[in-house]
């Protein structure tokens, strides 16, 4: 039994105002069910603020895909500036040249395979080389990350993963 705030912020859903990174960082490693809500009036003296209970059941994600200090990064960074696109936001973390889908988008608005995918396709760039290492006019070559086959497009300095 958490405050009713806190609860709701842990149990949010993508594109919800109260979505963040406490949601993201819990909902990486839990399956998350907000139970009920527990009024002031069941407590003596009674707390100025609404309880709830929520249920936090481990799920099935043992590891990331991803270096966990650069998950935690981009989306704290992400987060800290949620107004903003994550392009504008996250600049400073990804690579020059990086380009996703993803990188157009709020923070607000990527669940969290979504932002575990925008981290692993920074990460593997961090491990394998930096798009501007890539000749322009390049498109595609398969590389093989994980035991998966990526597609890496490049046009002009710039570059994409894209999963197969």
């Known amino acids: 039994m958490i ?15 109260t979505y963040g990174i406490l949601s993201v960082f819990l909902q990486a490693f839990y399956h998350i069910e907000y139970l009920f809500t527990v009024g002031e009036k069941v407590f003596d003296p009674p707390p100025k603020v609404k309880s709830a209970v929520i249920r936090l059941t481990r799920n099935e994600r043992v590891e990331l895909g991803c270096e966990e200090k650069l998950f935690f990064n981009v989306v704290k960074t992400g987060f800290n ?8 936001s996250i600049r400073g973390i990804i690579p020059p040249g990086f380009d996703s889908p993803y990188l157009n988008l709020r923070p607000e608005q ?12 920074i990460d593997f760039l961090h491990l394998h080389g930096q798009p501007s290492a890539l000749q322009p006019g390049e498109i595609q070559k398969l590389l093989h990350h994980g035991g998966e086959a990526l597609r890496l497009a490049a046009d002009d300095g710039k570059a994409a993963l894209h999963h197969l």
């Open 3 to 17: 405050q009713k705030e806190v609860a709701e912020r842990i149990a949010a859903s993508p594109g919800s105002k």
């Open 81 to 88: 500036q949620r107004r903003k696109t994550l392009r504008n």
């Open 110 to 121: 990527l669940g969290i395979t979504d932002f575990l995918q925008l981290c692993q396709d």
